[in-house]
């Protein structure tokens, strides 16, 4: 069966401070990994996705950056964090080979102050 | 630009009633239309979802009705029960050019189901 984790649970950074989430996913080859923010009242926003090690796509021009070292890690990061990267960070897999279901992570709650 | 609108934002229903949240879309490249549910401090969980080519979904007590010529969509749970408390996300999915999917999603409705 197959896992996703995501670490830390809640952060509370600085505001201009770095920031690096990490996402890792069990149980599965060559996934297509996603990472997205939840914001109140705006739903789910698709910030990055990537279909094999090395490669990012990115959706929303902003403060934040993605990279896949690893076959199934995902890590987003950001060199100096503003107050409205403020949110619900969500990391999901997709397997390769089974479109159409994309399976979410436990979520980090980011808040900038 | 919201491709996805979801309505009502917020939902109050009694047990036993037949909540109905509605989505609409515009980009006619949308291929796959899920709904998720999502626990508070929980990461989203796929519900049900559907094809463009099917005008209704049932899976247990809940179901989607499609209109492709309205480009909307609808999610009714049958026998709403209080456990079913929680924010509803519909979506679309398109493929890339790299061969996955994407999805993009409404804003979410938070249905409260009153024993």
């Known amino acids: 069966s197959q896992t996703i984790h995501q670490w830390p649970a809640t952060l509370v950074q600085p505001v201009g401070s770095p920031l690096s989430l990490e996402c890792t996913v069990e149980g599965t080859s060559n996934p297509n990994l996603y990472w997205y923010r939840q914001a109140a009242g705006r739903g789910l926003q698709l910030l990055f996705y990537?279909?094999?090690?090395?490669?990012i796509s990115s959706e929303v021009p902003q403060n934040l950056s993605a990279s896949r070292p690893q076959d199934r890690q995902f890590i987003l990061s950001s060199k100096k964090l503003l107050l409205s990267d403020s949110g619900f960070y969500l990391c999901?897999?997709?397997?390769?080979?089974?479109?159409?279901?994309?399976?979410f992570g436990p979520g980090t709650r980011l808040t900038v102050l | 630009q919201q491709q996805v609108k979801q309505s009502p934002q917020s939902l109050i229903v009694q047990k036993g009633g037949i909540p109905i949240i509605n989505c609409a879309y515009e980009?006619?490249?949308?291929?796959?239309f899920p709904w998720y549910q999502q626990f508070p401090g929980k990461g989203p969980a796929l519900l049900i979802a559907?094809?463009?080519?099917?005008s209704e979904k049932k899976e247990g007590r809940f179901t989607i009705s499609f209109n492709k010529s309205a480009k909307q969509f609808s999610l009714h749970i049958m026998d709403s029960q209080p456990g079913d408390s929680a924010t509803y996300f519909c979506?679309?999915?398109?493929?890339?050019?790299?061969?996955?999917?994407?999805?993009?999603f409404g804003t979410g409705t938070r249905l409260t189901i009153i024993p």
């Open positions: 559907i094809r463009p080519d099917v």
């Open positions: 990537s279909v094999g090690i090395g490669q």
């Open positions: 979506a679309a999915s398109q493929i890339t050019n790299f061969g996955n999917e994407k999805l993009t």
């Open positions: 999901a897999y997709e397997r390769q080979g089974a479109p159409h279901e994309q399976f």
């Open positions: 980009n006619t490249a949308f291929d796959y």
